[in-house]
T-cell receptor, first 111, second 112 residues
């Protein structure tokens, strides 16, 4: 079974701070997806990276896929209260119909 | 509006009473999948489907059945629910599994 470990598990920061969430595995994935989940709702896709070394930016969020396609990071610049939520990485295998989710990082941004 | 619709949102049932959680998507997606989410264990894949009549087991398929008779629907069947199947369930769909999934709003199931 493939495993994806995220760190940190919990993060509480103040508005305006920067942060990085890590997603690590010993397995190679064909794609790496990042989701954000609000309480009582399903995860919402933020981004997908498929090429080793790929970097994607989504406003204040920067996503990177490791060169070996085993790890990924999410960096948030100048965090805002609206960034609060559970961040999940998910690795796709083969056709990526099989998706393995990471353990999750719960982020709280306070004023 | 493009969406994945699950029903019901909440369900309390008794051990052994068969139940079905429905899932429907209006995006003509090929791929569909079921997950359960439990505290401390995260999201785990139960079953997935790559097309009509094509399904395969995920990481935790025991006690569940699925069918994909038509593209838009992917129901999850619990033939004889047990308390350890109490969980939050999500259905998801994708046009190409490798590029991300759209999730439903979830079904909170309690088996007593």
């Amino acid at each position: 079974t493939q495993l994806l470990e995220q760190s940190p598990q919990f993060l509480s920061i103040q508005e305006g701070e920067n942060l990085t969430v890590y997603c690590n595995s010993s397995s190679v994935f064909s794609s790496l997806q990042w989701y954000r989940q609000e309480p009582g709702e399903g995860p919402v896709l933020l981004v997908t990276v498929v090429t080793g070394g790929e970097v994607k930016k989504l406003k204040r969020l920067t996503f990177q896929f490791g060169d070996a396609r085993k790890d990924s990071s999410l960096h948030i610049t100048a965090a805002q209260p609206g960034d609060t939520g559970l961040y999940l990485c998910a690795g796709g295998s083969g056709t990526a119909s099989k998706l393995t989710f990471g353990t999750g990082t719960r982020l709280q941004v306070t004023l | 509006e493009a969406q994945v619709t699950q029903n019901p949102r909440y369900l309390i049932t008794v051990t052994g009473k068969k139940l079905t959680v429905t899932c429907s998507q209006n995006m003509n997606h090929e791929y569909m999948s079921w997950y359960r989410q439990d505290p401390g264990l995260g999201l785990r894949q139960i079953y997935y489907s790559m097309n009509v009549e094509v399904t395969d087991k995920g990481d935790v398929p025991e006690g569940y059945k699925v069918s994909r008779k038509e593209k838009r629907n992917f129901p999850l069947i619990l033939e004889s629910p047990s308390p350890n199947q109490t969980s939050l369930y999500f259905c998801a769909s994708s046009s190409n599994g490798g590029y991300g999934y759209t999730f439903g709003s979830g079904t909170r199931l309690t088996v007593v």
